[in-house]
C-alpha cells in the first residue's frame, strides 16, 4: 500500500462511506452518500485502487434490472489508514463543523 499524497476533503468524505458499514459499496451510492459530483468521487476510487487502499469486482448477477455495479471495499491496511485519516480530519474539525456533521 503505497502513501496518498495530498489527502482532501471529498477523499475524507469517501473514506468515511467506505468505513461506515464495512460492506462494500457501489460508485452511485457513495456519489449520492457523499453529496461529491461523480467527477471527483470516481478519479478518487480509481486514485485509492491505485496506492492500494481500495479493491473493486463487479457485483455477483442478480435479479436486479440494470446495469452490474462496480463495488468499491477497503482492504485491511487500506481500513485502518482511512480510520487514522478520518480520525485526524475530525480532530482538525471546528466546533462547528463538528456540529453540523452530527
Known sequence: MEPLG????????????????????WGLEIIKVTGRPSGSVYPLLERLERHGWVTSSWEEETDRRGPRRRMY?????????????????????????????A
Open 6 to 25: 495530498r489527502i482532501g476533503g471529498a477523499t475524507v468524505d469517501v473514506l468515511r462511506v467506505l468505513l461506515e458499514e464495512g460492506r462494500p459499496r
Open 73 to 101: 471495499e477497503l482492504t485491511t491496511d487500506g481500513a485502518r489508514e482511512a480510520q487514522r485519516v478520518c480520525s485526524r480530519a475530525a480532530a482538525r474539525a471546528t466546533p462547528a463543523t463538528r456540529l453540523r456533521e
